[in-house]
């Protein structure tokens, strides 16, 4: 089946404590990306990848870091998690065309509490 | 003033009724238009997608975009229960730096009452 695995689905952590969400799909994907969805302020981009070893910030990059070592993998890394990073995120991957971001497919979400 | 801005309800209809969900812009650069839906607990599914000023019609979905009023909406005729969910609209444009950004609204929660 085609998807989009993202983990843990859900995480409580205390600020400062490193973490890691990851991301993996099926469907090789060149394109992937990291957002968050917050009440009021709809999915913003948090960092995205063209293809391997290509990442680039999206619309909210402060605060984490992605590393993009194989096509299917695309971590999320929060350094030192701090109480606004609060947040329901999301892993989301397509083929790449240049010219439009085409069909969006998401993960479930993985649902982060920093205390 | 967001540049993507849209109604977050809730929506409250009954089973069958039509629905009207809707979106308004402010940045003349966005050139491709998406409706997502997205059940709880779930990540969001493209639902419709368009790039000109007009309709696209799937089933009891029509995706209606009109550039000089930046404004689309998404029509659901003979809603189901099954319809009730929060809908995304989504917008794309071509950066400055060659990124292709996607630019989301802050969904609207619809339900459908049996």
């Known amino acids: 089946e085609a998807q989009v695995t993202q983990n843990p689905r859900y995480l409580i952590t205390v600020t400062g404590k490193k973490l890691t969400v990851t991301c993996s799909q099926n469907?090789?994907?060149?394109?992937m990306s990291w957002y968050r969805q917050d009440p009021g302020l709809g999915l913003r981009q948090i960092y995205y990848?063209?293809?391997?070893?290509?990442?680039d910030k999206g619309d909210v990059p402060e605060g984490y870091k992605v590393s993009r070592k194989e096509k299917r993998n695309f971590p999320l890394i929060l350094e030192s998690p701090s109480p606004n990073q609060t947040s329901l995120y999301f892993c989301?991957?397509?083929?790449?065309?240049?010219?439009?971001?085409?069909?969006?497919?998401f993960g479930e979400g993985s649902r982060l509490t920093v205390l | 003033q967001k540049e993507v801005e849209q109604d977050p309800g809730p929506l409250s209809v009954p089973e069958g009724a039509i629905v009207s969900l809707n979106c308004t812009y402010s940045?003349?650069?966005?050139?491709?238009f998406m409706w997502y839906r997205q059940y709880s607990r779930k990540g969001p599914e493209l639902l419709m997608y368009t790039y000109s000023s007009g309709n696209k019609e799937d089933g009891r979905f029509t995706a209606q975009v009109d550039k000089s009023s930046k404004y689309i909406s998404l029509f659901i005729r003979d809603s189901q229960p099954s319809d009730s969910a929060t809908y995304l609209c989504a917008m794309s444009r071509l950066m400055d730096t060659g990124r292709r950004a996607l630019t989301f609204g802050s969904g609207t929660r619809l339900q459908v009452q049996p």
């Open positions: 469907m090789n994907h060149e394109y």
């Open positions: 990848s063209m293809n391997v070893e290509v990442t």
């Open positions: 940045n003349s650069a966005f050139q491709y």
């Open positions: 989301a991957s397509t083929f790449y065309r240049g010219s439009d971001t085409g069909e969006l497919f």
